[in-house]
Nanobody
Framework: VQLQASGGGLVQAGGSLRLSCAGS????????MGWFRQAPGKEREFVAG????????YYADSVKGRFTISRDNAKNTVYLQMNSLKPEDTAVYYC????????????????????WGQGTLVTVSS
């Protein structure tokens, strides 16, 4: 699965953005998807994940209650709705697909994901 994230930009603290991740390939709907982010000088970290069916999601504590992940398998797209943004959310955001098909539980381990695209930059000003 090849992926491309989009939707980033500059927003003031407290604002919202919606990221999209478009996938190619007929098997997109078979895989759990994850959003990760990487701030300057920091390691890439898990943000949110969703199983192949969309029935199960998981969030990092830092974004729980503010971010919502969803997917539309008919459009081969996964979304990340980000509300109440904070300056510490500033990072390049990446989407990726779990390498294992049909898993029922989201993994936070980035080494289990592949298909990383270029990422999209989110900048939150204070």
């Amino acid at each position: 699965v090849q992926l491309q994230a989009s939707g980033g930009g500059l927003v003031q603290a407290g604002g919202s953005l919606r990221l999209s991740c478009a996938g190619s390939g007929r098997t997109f709907s078979s895989y759990a998807m994850g959003w990760f982010r990487q701030a300057p000088g920091k390691e890439r970290e898990f943000v949110a994940g969703i199983t192949w069916s969309g029935k199960s999601t998981y969030y990092a504590d830092s974004v729980k209650g503010r971010f919502t992940i969803s997917r539309d398998n008919a459009k081969n797209t996964v979304y990340l709705q980000m509300n109440s943004l904070k300056p510490e959310d500033t990072a390049v955001y990446y989407c990726a697909a779990d390498t294992r098909a049909w898993v029922l539980v989201v993994t936070t381990n980035r080494h289990e994901y592949a298909g990383w695209g270029q990422g999209t930059l989110v900048t939150v000003s204070s």
